[in-house]
């Protein structure tokens, strides 16, 4: 599931990688560092789970579940 919801993320951080071998790197000082980072971002991204879950329950929402419960837990002891 990681890799449909971080595609784009993996792709740049391929191609940065990619392009890290392939191009000339003089001149650019932090090159090894960029290519590090993005080698740890791709394996982060690969392997770890759960990333991909969102929560989805704003506070407002959350709020209006919490007030419902307690007025059906007030009515049932009215009721009762």
Do not use: C, W
Not at 10 to 19: F, P, S, T
């Amino acid at each position: 599931m990681n890799m449909v919801y971080n595609f784009g993320l993996m792709y740049e951080a391929g191609k940065e990688i990619y392009l890290f071998f392939t191009q000339d790197p003089r001149g650019q000082v932090d090159n090894i560092h960029d290519t590090g980072y993005y080698v740890g971002l791709l394996f982060y991204l690969l392997i770890t789970p759960g990333l991909a879950e969102y929560d989805v329950t704003s506070e407002k929402t959350q709020a209006l579940i919490e007030n419902q419960k307690m007025l059906d837990e007030n009515l049932n002891s009215l009721t009762n």
